[in-house]
Nanobody, 131 residues
Framework: QEQLVASGGGSVQPGGSLRLSCKAS????????IAWFRQAPGKAREGVSC????????YYPDSVKGRFIITKDNANNTMYLQMNSLMPEDTAIYYC????????????????????????WGQGTPVTVAS
């Protein structure tokens, strides 16, 4: 069974940090393209960090650039999202996602609005940034 299990969410004050983890199983993680998306109440889903496994390129939207870092640990089938300098507008449910198939570009990975672009989704972990 293809599965992603996310953890690490929680509550933090503005300016704080959190690290999200996502453990993969049941599919070839090393050769898969991975990403983190988030969805805040009443807002559209947003790609916040993506890795194109073909060339290891990464993409971050301006909203998180310089604050978020995505990493991939193939030895442990785990992906991470390090989030620093958190702001109230980062409050959302965060989802780890993966696709086993080739992608056109890392930019497309993070800007797609199609849920079916990724066939494997984690369960979501909540992040709340408030003082």
């Amino acid at each position: 069974q293809e599965q992603l299990v996310a953890s690490g969410g929680g509550s933090v004050q503005p300016g704080g940090s959190l690290r999200l983890s996502c453990k993969a199983s049941g599919f070839p993680f090393e050769t898969s393209n991975i990403a983190w998306f988030r969805q805040a109440p009443g807002k559209a889903r947003e790609g916040v960090s993506c890795i194109n496994q073909a060339d290891s390129s990464t993409y971050y939207p301006d909203s998180v650039k310089g604050r978020f870092i995505i990493t991939k640990d193939n030895a442990n089938n785990t992906m991470y999202l390090q989030m620093n300098s958190l702001m109230p507008e980062d409050t959302a449910i965060y989802y780890c996602v993966a696709t086993k198939y080739p992608v056109a570009s890392v930019h497309q990975m993070c800007t797609t609005s199609l849920r079916q672009y990724y066939e494997i989704w984690g369960q979501g972990t909540p992040v709340t940034v408030a003082s």
